[in-house]
């Protein structure tokens, strides 16, 4: 097991559609220690995803009625919607037995 988590990718599957065009933010790159935590913008209307090269996402958990959907990748990700308008943690477990907390902030984008 890493003591340290080497990178997160956190980038948005999909943003705001704005005709006839779609937007897109680009993926941020994180670095912290095993147990670590951030904060991070999330959309509140469209999935985001967790990505972390070199592991698997195995779980997210959040409190009850915070995630609407939540589904693994077979690249290794997870994809996830939430509907919450406040801010809460998600927290993330790997395959490497790497685990970290997002304090995510919903936003409408």
Do not use: H
């Amino acid at each position: 097991m890493k003591n340290n988590l080497p990178a997160l990718l956190f980038g948005t599957a999909m943003m705001v559609v704005v005709p006839p065009a779609a937007q897109a933010q680009s993926p941020a790159t994180i670095s912290l220690p095993q147990g670590g935590q951030f904060r991070l913008s999330i959309s509140n209307t469209d999935p985001n995803m967790i990505f972390i090269p070199g592991d698997k996402v195995t779980a997210i958990t959040a409190p009850g009625g915070m995630l609407a959907d939540k589904r693994l990748t077979t690249a290794g990700g997870v994809l996830f919607t939430s509907v919450a308008t406040r801010t809460f943690t998600i927290f993330v477990e790997t395959a490497l037995g790497q685990t970290f907390s997002v304090v995510a902030t919903p936003v409408k984008k």
